[in-house]
C-alpha cells in the first residue's frame, strides 16, 4: 500500500518482497521460490508490529506458522500450500486487497490439510487486518500505544526462572543478548564462549591458590551470564537450530562437571583429596537430572500431567497463589542459578571440601524433596492409575538403556509386576555389595550377575505403573554408585579420577538420550547401546575389572580409564554425527529452570 512500512520491515526480517495483484498470481510466485525455502504470504492491507511478524515468519521451529493477516510454511510445508492455492481458497477475479484476508483463508486450508500450523502467542502486540479506515485507525492507535521492542526484550527471558537468575542475571543479561544481536553474534557463539569461560574457570581454580579460587568464582558467574545471554538471545532473534539444540543441552552439564574437576585437582595441589566428593556431587546432581527427565516422560499429554487431579497437585497449586512461596520453591530445589553462585561464592571464600560438601548437602535435600513431591503425586493423581500411553511406556524403556544382558532377560523372563521394587532390589543388592565385600573378591561379580538378571525383569513388561517412572533413576544409581564405591575402596591411585571420567562419559550417553527423546527422535540406535554395553554390561564389566585388577598397583586404574576413553569416543563421535544431520530436531530445549 502507497506509503506502507510492510515491505520494508519484511525485507529486514530476511524476505524478499514480491507483489501480488491477483490471488491467481500466487502459484507463478511460489513456483519462482526455490523448494527449499520458506515462504510468507502477508496481506498488504496488515497493521501490527514488527515484531509479531517476527513471530509469525521467523520462527524456524514450525512447519507453518500464522497471525492475523500473515501466513509462513518451510519446506516441508510448501506442498500443502500448493494444494491450497489451487484448491480455490480464493475468489478467482478479487484483487489481493479486498475483505477477504486471503492469508487467514490459505493457513486454514492448510491446516485443514494436516498441517500443524503454529499460532504464536502475541500478548499485547497487534496484528490485524483493518477492513476500513475506522478500524485502520485504532489499530494504528494500538500500535502506538505498545513498545514493540519492549516487548520483544521482556519475551527474550524465561517465563520461568530461578530467584537469582531473574533478580541478579536476567535484568542486565537481556541487554547483552540484544547487543550480541544487533553486531550479529549467534546463540551458538555465545554458547561456547561460555564453554570456554566455564573451562577457564576450572583451570584457575586446579591452581589450588586462594588467587585462582577467587578467579574462579568470578569466571563461573561469568559463564552463568554467558549462558543465560544465549538463550535470550535465540529467543530474542528467534535463532533456533539443531547445533544450538545440542550445545544448550550438553555444554551446561559440561561446565559444571568440568568445574568440579578442577576443584578436585586444586584440592589435590594443597594435599586434600576430595575426589570421591567431586564424582558423588556429578552422580547426585546427574541422577537429579534423571528423575526429572523421566516423571516428565511418563507424564505426558493425555495421562498425569493434563488432569492435575492429585491432592498433591492441588496443594502445590495452592501454594502458588501465595507470591512468596513460588520464588521459595524454586530455590529449594537449588536450580543452575543458586547452584552455581553458592558453588562460585564458596570456591572463591572457602575450600574445594566446603564447596562439595555444602553442595551434596544441598543437592541431597533439593533430590529428596522433589523425588518425594513426585511419588505423591503419581500415587494419589486419580489420572495415574489409568495405563500409560505406549509412548510413555516407550520413551521410560529407552531412557533405561538396558544393555544385551537385560534385553536377554527380559526377552526370556516372565512379565512380573513392579518394576520399580525389582530394579530397587538389584539396586540395594548391588551397592551393598559394593559396600560391604572385599573389591577383588568373586561375591561383587555375582551380585552384578544378580543386577543384571534383575533389571531384566524390570524392563520385561511395559513400563506403565504409576511409579514405574523410578525405574531408569534407579539403574543409573546403581551404576553411578557402584563405579564410585569400588574406585573408592580399591585404595588404588588415580583409581577416583579415572572414574570420574567413566562416569563422565556415561552420563553424557544418558544426556544424550534424554534429548534426542525429548527432540522427538527417539533414542540413540540400538547398536550404540549394544557396543557400550547397557548399564548392567557396564556395571558388570567394572565389576569384573576390579575384582580381577584391583590388587595390580594401577592396573583397575589405567583400565577404567581405557573404558571411560572408549565410551566417550564411541558415544561423542555418534551424537555429534546426529545432531549435525538433517534428521535432527530444530528445536531449542529450554533446559532446567536457571
Request: aromatic share 6%.
Amino acid at each position: 500500500m502507497p506509503g506502507s512500512q510492510l515491505g520494508p520491515d519484511l525485507r529486514t526480517l530476511g524476505f524478499d518482497v514480491q507483489q501480488a495483484l491477483l490471488p491467481d498470481d500466487l502459484p507463478r510466485l511460489l513456483a519462482e521460490v526455490p523448494a527449499g525455502q520458506r515462504v510468507a504470504l502477508v496481506d498488504p492491507r496488515f497493521l501490527g508490529h514488527v515484531h509479531a511478524l517476527r513471530l509469525a515468519l521467523t520462527d524456524p521451529r514450525f512447519p507453518a506458522a500464522s497471525v492475523p493477516g500473515a501466513l509462513t510454511v518451510q519446506a516441508e510445508a510448501r506442498p500443502a500450500l500448493t494444494r491450497a492455492l489451487a484448491g480455490g481458497t480464493h475468489a478467482p477475479a478479487a484483487q489481493v486487497g479486498t475483505a477477504s484476508v486471503l492469508a487467514d483463508d490459505i493457513a486454514a486450508a492448510i491446516e485443514a490439510d494436516g498441517v500443524a500450523v503454529h499460532h504464536p502467542e502475541l500478548g499485547s502486540l497487534v496484528a490485524t487486518v483493518p477492513v476500513d479506515a475506522v478500524a485502520a485507525d485504532a489499530a494504528a492507535r494500538a500500535v502506538a500505544a505498545v513498545d514493540d521492542e519492549a516487548v520483544r526484550l521482556r519475551n527474550a527471558v524465561k517465563s520461568r526462572d530461578g530467584f537469582f537468575t531473574t533478580h541478579f542475571i536476567s535484568p542486565y543479561s537481556r541487554y547483552i543478548a540484544r547487543w550480541c544481536a544487533r553486531r550479529g553474534l549467534t546463540p551458538n557463539q555465545v554458547t561456547t564462549a561460555s564453554l570456554i569461560t566455564a573451562l577457564i574457570a576450572a583451570g584457575c581454580a586446579a591452581t589450588g591458590t586462594r588467587g585462582g579460587y577467587v578467579a574462579a568464582g568470578v569466571l563461573l558467574i561469568l559463564s552463568f551470564v554467558l549462558d543465560c545471554t544465549d538463550g535470550q538471545l535465540a529467543r530474542y532473534s528467534l535463532q533456533y537450530s539443531t547445533m544450538g539444540a545440542w550445545l544448550d543441552a550438553t555444554f551446561d552439564r559440561a561446565k559444571e562437571y568440568a568445574y568440579y574437576a578442577g576443584l578436585a585437582l586444586g584440592a589435590a595441589r594443597g594435599g586434600d583429596d576430595v575426589w570421591a566428593l567431586a564424582l558423588g556431587a556429578m552422580v547426585l546432581q546427574t541422577c537429579r537430572h534423571v528423575v526429572d527427565f523421566s516423571f516428565n516422560e511418563a507424564h505426558v499429554v493425555g495421562t498425569d500431567a493434563t488432569a492435575n487431579t492429585s491432592p498433591t497437585a492441588a496443594l502445590s497449586d495452592k501454594l502458588d497463589s501465595v507470591g512468596w512461596t513460588v520464588w521459595v520453591r524454586r530455590m529449594i530445589v537449588l536450580p543452575i542459578g543458586e547452584r552455581w553462585a553458592m558453588i562460585a561464592v564458596l570456591t572463591a571464600v572457602t575450600t574445594p571440601r566446603i564447596v562439595f560438601y555444602a553442595l551434596l548437602i544441598g543437592c541431597a535435600f533439593a533430590a529428596c524433596y522433589t523425588t518425594a513431591g513426585r511419588v505423591l503425586r503419581s500415587l494419589t493423581s486419580r489420572a495415574s492409575r489409568a495405563t500409560r500411553t505406549d509412548r510413555a511406556a516407550l520413551a521410560l524403556a529407552e531412557l533405561a538403556d538396558s544393555g544385551p544382558v537385560a534385553q536377554l532377560v527380559a526377552a526370556r523372563a516372565p512379565r512380573i509386576p513392579g518394576a520399580p521394587v525389582v530394579a530397587a532390589v538389584g539396586a540395594v543388592a548391588l551397592i551393598a555389595a559394593a559396600l560391604t565385600q572385599p573389591v577383588g573378591s568373586g561375591q561383587m561379580i555375582v551380585a552384578a550377575v544378580f543386577y543384571a538378571v534383575l533389571s531384566g525383569l524390570a524392563v520385561a513388561r511395559p513400563l506403565k505403573g504409576a511409579l514405574d517412572w523410578l525405574v531408569p533413576p534407579l539403574f543409573r544409581v546403581a551404576e553411578y554408585c557402584t563405579v564410585l564405591i569400588l574406585a573408592a575402596r580399591s585404595d588404588v591411585s588415580g583409581a577416583l579420577p579415572a572414574a570420574f571420567g567413566l562416569v563422565g562419559a556415561v552420563a553424557y550417553h544418558h544426556y544424550d538420550t534424554v534429548y534426542r527423546i525429548k527432540g522427538g527422535s527417539g533414542a540413540p540406535p540400538k547398536w550404540l547401546v549394544r557396543l557400550i554395553g547397557g548399564h548392567e554390561g557396564r556395571t558388570l564389566v567394572v565389576a569384573v575389572l576390579a575384582a580381577v585388577l584391583a590388587t595390580r598397583d594401577t592396573d583397575f586404574t589405567l583400565a577404567l580409564t581405557a573404558l571411560a576413553a572408549a565410551i566417550a569416543l564411541v558415544v561423542l563421535v555418534e551424537s555429534i554425527r546426529f545432531w549435525v544431520s538433517s534428521g535432527a530436531p530444530a528445536v531449542h530445549d529450554e533446559g532446567e529452570t536457571a
